[in-house]
């Protein structure tokens, strides 16, 4: 019995602090929509001239001031010789109606970093679209991946916006320095070539659902659940209620279902792929993964940015959305009850890849 009064005691503290969420909630959102949805912005960043200025910094401790005077004027030759031919091309590229196609290539630069619910998502798109909309031939995209995958439908998005990006003819290379695995490898194999770092985790090509059941515990206190649905499998497994064999073969069918449709989408995008071998679930360090063919190459992000620098403009593009101190107040509360109801509902009830 004083148990029971201390689970009603420990229910009560929660309800009321759900409700005092709920109404700090409706109140910061009546404040803040009178003035109307926040607005991003892009975020662009140089890192061609980020790179050269950081050379530069460490070649004044390396060299003397002769050098360096003797250097710069060459630089300034060069520079000018080649301006000088440059405004030549595009004089003759606007008389003839082709003056879009003289400007120099450019490496756009995207990151990645994914949560469980892929969130992440809603940036990348509108990096992508904005990306979409000024590419030209010779120019590539790369994007720096780190992610130990998530909900299906969320990283079903981003891997559908990554698409877009092939869709248009422009190559795509994705980077993984830390982690790309199950739906992190979902994005991947979307690019023209995977790089990875030796030690980066690749790979968990498989679909999990997992949720833990109370009903022994509520029946020990005569606690009664119910559940009622429209519907045969509405609702399979779950948490308070007792499960049946029928249900869990049900669930682990729609397990299977959703693994054969992840490594149906691998096996498009990578053909030489042997998918059997590495559709168990298992992942591998970055050098296991290019032996097996999941990646193409060893390197890391940094690597491929240094060498696009000497040939392109590097611009890394990021997309940031404004919040006022509302929004950001708002942003917290729900995203502090979105991870409990995410924890205790959508990881047992929807398959994580």
């Known amino acids: ?66 050098f360096l005077k003797a250097r710069d004027k060459a630089e300034k030759k060069s520079a000018k010789e080649k301006n000088k031919a440059r405004d030549k091309e595009i004089k003759k590229a606007a008389k003839e109606g082709e003056l879009d196609t003289q400007r120099e290539a450019h490496l756009f630069v995207l990151d990645f970093k994914g949560s469980i619910d892929a969130k992440e998502v809603a940036s ?16 590539e995209v790369l994007l720096r991946l780190e992610s130990g995958g998530g909900m299906v439908h969320g990283y079903g998005l981003a891997s559908s916006q ?51 059941n109370f009903s022994k515990v509520l029946k020990k206190y005569d606690i009664e659940y119910e559940q009622l649905t429209a519907g045969e499998y509405k609702r399979t497994l779950t948490m308070f209620g007792e499960n049946t064999d029928k249900a869990r073969d049900k669930f682990k069918q729609e397990l299977e279902e959703t693994h054969g449709l992840f490594k149906d989408f691998i096996r498009e995008r990578r053909p030489a792929l042997d ?12 050098t296991q993964a290019h032996k097996l063919g ?60």
């Open 124 to 139: 990348l798109r509108e990096e992508v679209t904005a990306i979409l909309a000024v590419a030209r031939e010779g120019d």
């Open 1 to 66: 019995m004083e148990f029971l009064l201390d689970y009603g005691l420990f229910l009560a503290k929660i309800v009321t602090v759900v409700i005092a969420l709920v109404a700090v909630l409706v109140i910061v959102k009546s404040v803040g929509g009178k003035s109307g949805a926040a607005k991003g912005e892009l975020e662009v960043t140089n890192l061609t001239e980020q790179h050269k200025e950081t050379v530069e910094q460490l070649e004044h401790y390396l060299h003397d001031d002769a």
């Open 294 to 353: 999941l990646v193409d190459e060893i390197k890391t992000s940094d690597d491929l940015v240094v060498e696009a620098c000497k040939e392109k403009t590097v611009l890394a593009i990021h997309y940031v959305e404004k919040k006022k101190l509302t929004s950001k107040l708002a942003g917290l509360a729900g995203e502090a009850a979105d991870n409990v109801l995410m924890k205790l509902i959508d990881r047992g009830q929807r398959p994580i890849v």
């Open 275 to 286: 998918l059997e071998s590495v559709a168990t679930g298992e992942h591998w360090f970055g």
């Open 162 to 212: 990554l698409d877009r990006i092939k869709s248009a003819g422009l190559p795509l290379t994705i980077a993984v320095d830390k982690v790309a695995a199950s739906g992190g490898y979902m994005m991947a194999c979307i690019a023209d070539k995977i790089v990875s770092a030796p030690f980066a985790i690749v790979g968990s090509i498989g679909v999990i659902a997992q949720l833990p």
